[in-house]
């Protein structure tokens, strides 16, 4: 199990007594620390070293600040050189040139280079209203062009008609042609991988480029790539020229070390994430989020940013008014566990919170797991919109089919409906114009998604939802800026309100108050 790099430098720097600046031996210490964190995120050997020396320096003969621990000065020290490293700033793709812009994607075979083409084609076209044409110029695997066709009339993007037997640099050519003739603003040039790095396909590359002129060469790899990410990068950014990184299946358990790694040897930025197969699971790089999951520290921002995106706000505030007026039926329970799974189930949502690797197997052995909401959710689809409404209309036969077809026990079925009973007449009691905030908060114990939940007024709701819109904002608490202690701080799990019942601090969702839809027991 991983302990967090934060921890383990405190442990180590906390029994020091001495005060003011650091010393070399401290520092050496740390950066024993520093260095295996690195490794265990499959950070490249030659970077962890030239990157650990770096940071040595810079930590030798800091100042300690007298309200800080040594630990957490050189965990912020780390912190601040990893996000340095990484660019600094997140950097969007460059279409700032005379339209037909190319953009060539570049990278070994099953990176996910024909996957994040129509990504990216989407996202230019949803977001950013352009005009984009997508060719594909692997003629090397069958069926890779017909992939491409399939995935543009997915996300709704124009692919250039393949014409059999015609050579990758004739399509670059007859892709910029079609472009220019039809007023693409965009053409996204798809090549074809190897399984390795060979000289034959470093030839082919710097051939498209020079036919087609790119004005953005992206290499698109594997974060799970490990030691080799250094050689990969080096390779493709010294023989075709690269302009920017973009990182696939970042959504797995991977620290995502590959990133450092690249960023470092070619000095190019990462410009993008890629975080799943559908269409959508793309994302802006952030260096100082991914700064945070290498070194261990969770992903605050990142996770209020996606219940920004996730969360209806008119949806949130037609919950809100409905639990003032205490109508809180079946429907609207299934809405909120639905939101639960919208965000990556319960764990995607602990996972990037901090502290939360160190209970992870806790969780795991309480089971509270995913099982528990989509059961939930099944006992419910299961019934009548009739019955939804109003429950109590459910006679014991009508149960037992429910439970069947949910794949349940009927004292689940009994367990639910008792639970939201309870939730009900609670919400009843408190309904009316001037329910108090306070007992809002009840509710959301009651919930069970853990206490203070503070039910904002439609107003407030859309309020926040305009403050979260806009893009890059910084949304995360205070505490999740450089340098966070070791513990969760204080506040780290104060949502914002409309990220309806997981407010409220160190209380854990589903293992807060009396009730607690996940059927488990508190510890
Ligand atoms: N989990 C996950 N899978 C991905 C991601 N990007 C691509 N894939 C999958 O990786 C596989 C290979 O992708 P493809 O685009 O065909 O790779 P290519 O050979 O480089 O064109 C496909 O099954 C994709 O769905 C990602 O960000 N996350
Ligand atoms: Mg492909």
């Known amino acids: 199990m991983f302990e967090s790099l934060s921890e383990k430098l405190s442990g180590i720097l906390d029994k020091l007594t001495g005060r003011g600046a650091l010393s070399e031996e401290d520092v050496n210490a740390a950066m024993r620390e520093v260095r295996r964190a690195l490794l265990e995120a499959d950070v490249a050997l030659e970077v962890v070293r030239s990157f650990v020396d770096r940071a040595r320096t810079k930590a030798v003969g800091a100042a300690v600040i007298k309200s800080v621990r040594p630990g957490q000065m050189v965990v912020k020290i780390v912190h601040d050189s990893l996000v340095e490293t990484l660019g600094g700033e997140s950097q969007a793709i460059d279409l700032n040139a005379p339209a037909p812009v190319a953009i060539m994607l570049v990278g070994l075979q099953g990176a996910g280079k024909t996957t994040t083409a129509a990504k990216i084609a989407k996202r230019l076209t949803d977001r950013d209203r352009r005009k984009v044409l997508m060719a594909s ?7 890779a062009q017909e992939q491409l066709a399939v995935l543009g009339r997915q996300v709704g993007v124009d692919t250039l008609p393949i014409v059999p037997g015609q050579e990758p640099v004739a399509i670059a050519r007859r892709a910029e042609a079609a472009a220019r003739l039809q007023g693409y603003d965009v053409v996204l040039l798809d090549t074809a991988g190897r399984t390795h790095i060979d000289e034959p396909l470093m030839a082919e590359m710097a051939e498209i480029r020079d036919a087609s002129h ?46 450092l790694s ?23 790089f952030h260096p100082s989020r991914l ?49 639960i799974e919208r965000l990556g189930g319960m764990g995607g949502i602990m996972g990037m919170l901090p502290g939360v690797a160190k209970i992870k197997d806790q969780l795991a052995s309480a089971s509270l797991d995913d099982k528990f ?25 009508r149960k037992k089919r429910i439970a069947a077809g949910a794949g349940v026990t009927v004292e689940l079925v009994n367990r639910l409906l008792k639970q939201h009973r309870q939730m009900a007449d609670m919400m009843k009691m408190m309904g009316g114009a001037n329910a108090k905030r306070g007992m809002m908060g009840k ?59 997981l407010g409220g601090p160190p209380k854990l969702p589903g293992l807060g108050g009396g009730f607690n839809p996940f059927g488990v027991k508190k510890k």
């Open 137 to 143: 110029l692997d003629v090397k695997r069958p069926a």
């Open 214 to 259: 790119p004005h953005e060469i992206l290499l698109v790899a594997d974060a799970l790539t490990g030691q080799d990410a250094v050689n990969l990068a080096k390779n493709f950014n010294d023989r075709v020229g690269l302009t920017g990184i973009v990182l696939t299946r970042m959504e797995g358990d991977g620290r995502g070390g590959a990133a």
């Open 262 to 284: 690249m960023r470092s040897v070619t000095g190019k930025p990462i410009k993008l994430l890629g975080v799943g197969e559908k269409m959508d699971a793309l994302e802006d």
């Open 291 to 339: 700064a945070d999951r290498i070194l261990g520290m969770g992903d605050i921002v990142g996770l209020v940013e996606k219940a920004a995106q996730t969360i209806d706000a008119a949806q949130a505030a037609k919950m809100a008014e409905k639990m003032r007026k205490g109508v809180f039926d079946l429907n609207d329970l299934s809405e909120q566990l639905a939101q």
């Open 373 to 397: 909401v989509k059961r939930q959710r099944a006992i419910i689809s299961s019934m009548t919109p009739k019955e939804r409404r109003n429950p109590d209309i459910l006679k014991a036969s």
């Open 443 to 501: 509710l959301g114990q009651m919930m069970g998604m853990g206490g203070g939940m503070p039910m904002p007024s439609p107003d407030e709701i859309e309020a926040l939802q305009k403050q979260m819109g806009g893009a890059g904002a910084p949304l995360g608490p205070p505490t999740a800026s450089p340098g966070i202690p070791a513990a969760p701080p204080p506040g780290a799990f104060n949502l914002p309100p409309q990220f309806p019942g």
